[in-house]
């Protein structure tokens, strides 16, 4: 996440760069162009920091560099904020109650002193400098120029789960069936929404729902498809007539062709759909795939079932009130911590390792996919050093595999606009399990430069206030 703070904080200081007034860049030329210097070389730095960002897990020379330029951008902003108080404080001299119009006649016309522009321009010939420095071993690196696109994941999930591995879930899976078995009313789509943090086990329960007997004979054509961050319509719809059509290419390119195939397969068909890990907030193109739905014929006896982090996705595709997943028991966690750290009975042979345990899983704070990872991790370990190095560590700082906690997580992280990253991240600054205020975090937000200027009639307040709102956990993780 620091490598993606630095791409934010590249960002930020152009903004600043490009957004300094007439006023504040009445500047000798040698400060002018020195400041464009800055300017353009942050540029070509930022255009390639999101390829950095994906190379620097296996270049550690490249993580290091990284490293040193978030140093010097932090300079280059402490630079030009130094501009801001300048012009901010000459104005405050200007509009002093004491002064006489002749003074302010005088001041207004003439610009910053030229010690301060003498000391700007050292520092910002410094700065210039040591990205110079950089230069040589930054191009080394090969890398490319890319378009923002951190929030592109093809996540993949399948429909099968063995009911054996999965503890703790049993009254969910009660419940989302009774759910599946109520009437839905005539012309609505009937949509069941799962929503819950990362990792909490959102697809495993739909899997177990899915593969349930009285579900299958309830829904005699079941289909799966993983949504992930990329809510088309022509691919969702290649997606499910693929489902549907077994075995068969869709290879058909026109949006209307795909909606009259689909409608030929699904019409007077009784069918359970499961759109898994969706993440569109953009409610248009839910409404287009809602339509084609309602013009199915007998869709009412037909369910949806759809697993998301987010509560404003659940609130866009379905007027129920959604299935909120909550984490699993202390007993439960430890029963699947067991399982994968020890094969089966052996844990019988380590009481003190199963003592560490159970101050390992209170970590995971009942998320399963946590539990599964370091359970995983500590497999066939039986030296009590291995186990005292993952609880004293906890799960941020192992080592960590794709289908790992960590990365399920930072998904959520990368799916926020850079400016709730950047807030999101300052947040790390509190102690684990510490309270905080909402009016003290948004004041720390505001003195930091972290939010957005306010809309027509918005204060800062409630800029901060917003952006709380929108990191809820349902949202973060």
Known sequence: MAETFLFNIAERVVEKIVGLTVDEVRLAFNVKTDLKKLEDTMISIKAVLLDAE??????????????????????????????????????????????????????GSCCLPLSFYLKMS???????????????????????????????????TISFVDSSDVIGRDEDKKNIISMLMK???????????????????????????????????????????????????????????????????????????????????????????????????????????????????GLPQSKIIVTTRSLKVSSIMSSICPYELKGLSFEDCLTLFTKWAFNDGDERHYPNLIRM?????????????????????????????????????????????????LPVLKLSYNHLPSHLQRCLAFLSLYKKDEIYFSYRVINLWMANGLLEHPKQNQEWEDVGKRYLNVLEPTHIV
Request: proline content about 2%.
């Open 54 to 107: 994906r190379q620097q897990h296996q270049n550690e020379k490249l993580r290091l560099c990284m490293w040193k330029l978030r140093d010097i951008f932090y300079n280059a902003e402490d630079v030009i904020d130094d501009f801001k108080c300048e012009a901010l404080r000459k104005q405050d001299a200007i509009n002093h109650p004491n002064i006489n119009n002749l003074k302010v006649r005088l001041l």
């Open 122 to 156: 050292h520092k910002i010939k410094d700065i210039n400098g040591r990205l110079g420095e950089l230069a040589t071993e930054w191009k080394s690196f090969d890398l490319r120029q890319c378009s923002d696109n951190r929030h592109v994941f093809r996540r993949e």
């Open 183 to 297: 009437p839905s009313e005539a012309r609505n789509v009937p949509v069941i929404p799962i929503v819950g943090i990362g990792g909490l086990g959102k697809t495993t329960l739909a899997q177990l729902v899915y593969n349930d007997d009285r579900v299958t004979s309830l829904f005699p054509l079941k289909i799966w498809i993983c949504v992930s961050e990329e809510f088309d319509l022509s691919r969702l719809l290649r997606l499910i007539i693929q489902s549907v059509n077994t075995g068969e290419r869709c290879d058909d390119s026109t949006l209307d062709a795909l909606q009259a195939r689909l409608r030929s397969f699904l019409t007077d068909k009784k069918f359970l759909l499961v759109l898994d890990d969706v993440w569109n907030e953009n409610k248009a193109k839910w409404v287009e795939l809602r339509n084609l739905l309602r013009s199915i014929d």
């Open 357 to 405: 345990g159970e101050e390992i899983v209170k970590i995971c704070k009942g998320v399963p996919l946590g539990v599964r990872t370091l359970g995983s991790l500590l497999f066939q370990k039986t030296d009590e050093s291995d186990w005292i190095y993952i609880r004293e560590s906890e799960i941020w700082r192992v080592e960590q595999h794709e289908n790992d906690i």
